[in-house]
C-alpha cells in the first residue's frame, strides 16, 4: 500500500473495530473479546496507538452497556466499568511485551503467546479487582 492508501484506510480499519466491538456488545450482552482486540491492535499499531484504540473500545462497551443494555447506574456498575477498562489496558500492554520479546519467532507463534499474555492478564485484573474491592467473585 502507498503512503496515501494507508492514510485513507487506517481510520475506516480503527472505525470498523469499534463498530465490531459495539455490535459485540449488543449481540452478546456486554462481552467483548478485549484479550482478541489487544492482539490485533498491537500487531498492527504502536503502542501508544494501540492503548488508546483499547480505551475506545473500552468507552464504545461502556456507552453500548449504559444507553442500549440498560446497565444499572450504581456505584458498583461504574467500578465494573473502571476495572474491565483498567483489564483491558493491561491485557493490551501485556501484548504488547509479549509481541516484542517473541520478535525473533514467527507472527503465529508471536500472535499466540500475545492471546495468552492478553488473556491471562485481562483475567487475573478482573479476578484481583473483584476479590480485593468488588465484593467477590
Same mark, same amino acid.
Given at each position: 500500500?502507498?503512503?496515501?492508501?494507508?492514510?485513507?484506510?487506517? !481510520?475506516?480499519?480503527? #472505525?470498523?473495530?469499534?463498530?465490531? &466491538? @459495539?455490535?459485540?456488545?449488543? #449481540?452478546?450482552?456486554?462481552?467483548? !473479546?478485549?484479550?482478541?482486540?489487544?492482539?490485533? $491492535?498491537?500487531?498492527?499499531? /504502536?503502542?501508544?496507538? $494501540?492503548?488508546?484504540?483499547?480505551?475506545?473500545?473500552?468507552? +464504545?462497551?461502556? $456507552?453500548?452497556?449504559? &444507553?442500549?443494555?440498560?446497565? !444499572?447506574? +450504581?456505584?458498583?456498575?461504574?467500578?465494573?466499568?473502571?476495572?474491565? #477498562?483498567?483489564?483491558?489496558?493491561?491485557?493490551?500492554?501485556?501484548?504488547?511485551?509479549?509481541? *516484542? *520479546?517473541?520478535? &525473533?519467532?514467527? @507472527? !503465529? $507463534?508471536?500472535? @499466540? #503467546?500475545?492471546f495468552v499474555a492478553a488473556?491471562?492478564?485481562?483475567?487475573?485484573?478482573?479476578?484481583a479487582a473483584a476479590v /480485593?474491592?468488588?465484593?467477590?467473585?
Amino acid at each position: 500500500m502507498t503512503d496515501r492508501q494507508i492514510a485513507w484506510f487506517r !481510520p475506516w480499519w480503527l #472505525g470498523l473495530l469499534i463498530v465490531v &466491538s @459495539a455490535a459485540l456488545t449488543t #449481540g452478546y450482552t456486554c462481552i467483548t !473479546p478485549f484479550a482478541a482486540f489487544a492482539v490485533i $491492535a498491537v500487531t498492527m499499531l /504502536s503502542r501508544r496507538d $494501540a492503548v488508546i484504540l483499547t480505551v475506545a473500545l473500552w468507552l +464504545t462497551n461502556q $456507552a453500548v452497556g449504559f &444507553s442500549v443494555l440498560n446497565y !444499572p447506574w +450504581t456505584a458498583q456498575t461504574f467500578a465494573w466499568g473502571v476495572a474491565i #477498562g483498567a483489564a483491558a489496558v493491561i491485557g493490551t500492554l501485556a501484548a504488547h511485551w509479549t509481541v *516484542r *520479546r517473541l520478535g &525473533s519467532f514467527r @507472527a !503465529p $507463534a508471536q500472535t @499466540a #503467546g500475545a492471546f495468552v499474555a492478553a488473556f491471562a492478564l485481562y483475567q487475573v485484573t478482573l479476578y484481583a479487582a473483584a476479590v /480485593s474491592m468488588l465484593g467477590g467473585t
